[in-house]
């Protein structure tokens, strides 16, 4: 029987033009993608729709030029699926869809390649692409493919990883690889088999990329998810062979500007490609200041070709360092977390020697400032946000000024919990700055300003004169929201105007604190799916009301079921989540039926938590989706708020699909 299996086996791969033992691997060394690959790719901003054609594609590369994209080094613009017909030609070459691209792909290049630029393409290592049309792939069709493909003047070919019918991933992407290699173009490959079989291990000798994770999408949740599981994979990157953690979300607007920063950032200090998916002809130019930030990019471009490693990472806060070949370090100071946070490293830490230098330099690539710090390098970093910057070793360190550390200190309404803002209710506000440069700063002036139609009074003196290096001042204000006040987010802003040593003036970073204006708190009991949350965080597109989570767009998810029994009422999430809802004290009791959702099969592990203020006060342990449905009833008495967690149960969070089903709250 073993010998039979082994000869069907045999045979199945012999079909597909493959061998049962893949041949040993030569690293790539064709002088491709020394740096991580940069240009665009439509699947982000059209998938499928049929506003992917040759005008949009034409009209990107005509963007590249006339915005200067291509001179900020930008080359690649790349087509993903339903490029072509379902069904091969009479001699199994694949065809354009006409009505898409009606002067074919070969046209498509030339022009492209006009404006200086390259053409990409897409296929799968499977019998079929990824879209539900049913797109002819790649495999057993390799070598064929490959020389359409160069003969159409193709430089780079992103390879899917569907309807792969279980051939070993190694030798279906070694043998495109091979294919690639024999038609004698230049054809840069990235790996697109989403992380599955950890391609950074074998990656490097097969293609130039390798995707890390699943597919991104337009979220928080899953860019931060995506960030997680990318940061740890430093090693495996150099140059001519990248981790990729997907395409570019930045401009497609699920995320804001400063999400968005962080996105293109982080991506930038992971020396991960950049490939733009948002249709530049509708861009914003917030969009494309983000994009076109040259400071930023010179740190993704690096020729010494490291990949950003993580320094530390404690309570959300990271510090990531990358190398780079002048000697100066890139210092990413990034915050996960939904409150503003002083991240602070130092020159020392990341491991620069600054010799007989009294200071470094501290280059911020996003406000575009220099000031100078003695060995301390902090920012305040605000709620998902990134400060990057450029650390290097500079003579000219005293024509800068003196960096300063502000901090801004508001009351929390419970330990680990929002700060949450009252109509017409004043509170105390504490500001801080501290010199962490090698020179004094002669004059600070500390000054808050609150959002538009709030008290802000300063109840102390705001301005120190001669504040020593390393010393500190603070000051403090009484900040009254109006008397009515819309539901909502607000900012609390800190800057300080300063005048260094020499007489020259600046203005440091800003520090934030972020208030939120609750609803008005339940007065009855009911349904939770029924009443608005505070806030709401969840590992993949938004929570849903009565339904299962979609994963992408609101209303997408089905009826809640666990393990059979179905529920017209209940909130749809997808760890890692936590939802918040204000109750002001009104309220009792939580009775929930929580589990994970039928929709995933087998898939999923999860737990569920509930929190009154900030106390734990149920836990489902680690579910199954074999498990039924397990009832929580949680004593909520004299909360102010209300905490529905769901964590991944320890193996990351691949189909948490998790119900809290018919939730009802008791209110006074």
Request: net charge negative.
């Amino acid at each position: 029987m073993r010998r039979t299996i082994a000869a069907l086996t045999t045979a199945f791969l012999v079909s597909f033009g493959l061998t049962a033992v893949a041949a040993p691997a030569h690293a790539l060394d064709d002088g491709l993608a020394l740096t991580p690959p940069m240009g665009f790719n439509n699947w982000n901003s059209t998938h499928c729709r049929a506003e992917f054609n040759e005008a949009m594609v034409k009209g990107i590369a005509d963007i590249f030029v006339s915005k200067g994209l291509k001179d900020a080094g930008y080359q690649y613009v790349n087509l993903d699926d339903c490029w072509a017909l379902p069904q091969r030609d009479a001699d199994g070459n694949l065809v354009p869809d006409p009505k898409r691209f009606p002067n074919g792909i070969k046209a498509l290049a030339d022009y492209v390649h006009d404006k200086g630029l390259k053409l990409g393409i897409y296929t799968s290592a499977g019998t079929k692409t990824c879209n539900t049309a049913g797109f002819p792939g790649g495999l057993g069709h390799e070598e064929q493919d490959a020389n359409l493909f160069a003969s159409w003047g193709i430089d780079y070919l992103k390879y899917d990883n569907c309807n792969n019918q279980g051939v070993d991933a190694v030798q279906r992407y070694t043998k495109m690889r091979d294919a690639l290699k024999a038609t004698g173009r230049p054809i840069v490959f990235s790996i697109c088999e989403w992380g599955q079989n950890k391609p950074w291990l074998w990656g490097k000798d097969v293609g130039h990329l390798w995707r890390t994770t699943g597919d991104i999408n337009d979220t928080w949740s899953r860019t931060l998810s995506i960030i997680k599981a990318n940061l740890p994979l430093a090693q495996y990157a150099g140059p001519g062979h990248w981790n990729d953690p997907d395409m570019l979300e930045v401009g497609n607007g699920g995320m804001t500007d400063t999400e968005y920063r962080t996105h293109f950032g982080m991506w930038a200090i992971m020396a991960a490609p950049l490939l733009i998916g948002s249709d530049l002809r509708k861009a914003t130019p917030a969009t494309y200041e983000i994009l076109e930030n040259r400071e930023v990019i010179a740190i993704d471009q690096d020729p010494l070709g490291v990949q950003g490693a993580v320094l530390k990472s404690t309570g959300g806060a990271w510090v990531v360092v990358k190398p780079l070949e002048n000697g100066d370090k890139a210092v990413a100071l990034f915050n996960e977390t939904d409150k503003p946070q002083r991240i602070a490293t130092s020159g020392t830490e990341i491991g620069l020697d600054r010799g007989d230098v009294p200071a470094y330099r501290l280059r911020d690539v996003w406000a575009h400032t220099d000031t100078h710090a003695e060995d301390v390098i902090s920012a305040a970093v605000p709620p998902h946000g990134t400060v990057l910057l450029r650390v290097s070793v500079d003579h000219k360190w005293n024509s800068y000024p003196p960096a300063l550390g502000l901090d801004v200190q508001v009351p929390s309404t419970y330990p680990g919990g929002p700060v949450l803002a009252e109509p017409g209710k004043p509170f105390t506000v504490t500001a801080s700055a501290t010199d962490n440069g090698h020179t004094p700063a002669q004059r600070v002036e500390l000054q808050v300003q609150g959002p538009e139609g709030w008290d802000v009074t300063a109840t102390s003196p705001t301005t120190i004169k001669n504040l020593p290096p390393g010393a500190s001042t603070s000051a403090t204000w009484q900040v009254t929201p109006p008397a009515t006040l819309a539901q909502g987010q607000y900012t609390l802003g800190l800057t300080a105007r300063y005048t260094s040593s020499g007489g020259r003036a600046s203005a440091s970073a800003s520090s934030f604190a972020v208030f939120l204006v609750p609803p008005p708190p339940p007065t009855a009991g009911g349904y939770l799916s029924d009443l608005p949350w505070l806030s709401m965080v969840n590992g993949w597109g938004p929570v849903e009301h009565d339904r299962s989570n979609g994963e992408k767009g609101a209303t997408d998810g089905h009826t809640i079921t666990i393990n059979g029994a179905k529920y017209a009422k209940g909130l749809g999430a997808h760890a890692p989540s936590t939802i918040e809802y204000y109750l002001g004290g009104h309220c009792t009791t939580v009775t929930t039926d929580v589990g994970l959702d039928d929709e995933k099969g087998s898939k999923g592990t999860v737990s569920f938590e509930i929190w009154a203020n900030g106390d734990k006060v149920a836990d489902s342990g680690v579910m199954t989706n074999a498990m039924p449905a397990k009832t929580l009833t949680a004593d909520v008495s004299g909360a102010t708020l209300l905490r529905l967690v769901v964590t991944d149960g320890g193996d990351g969070n691949d189909s948490d699909h998790a119900d809290w089903a018919g939730t009802t709250i008791t209110c006074a």
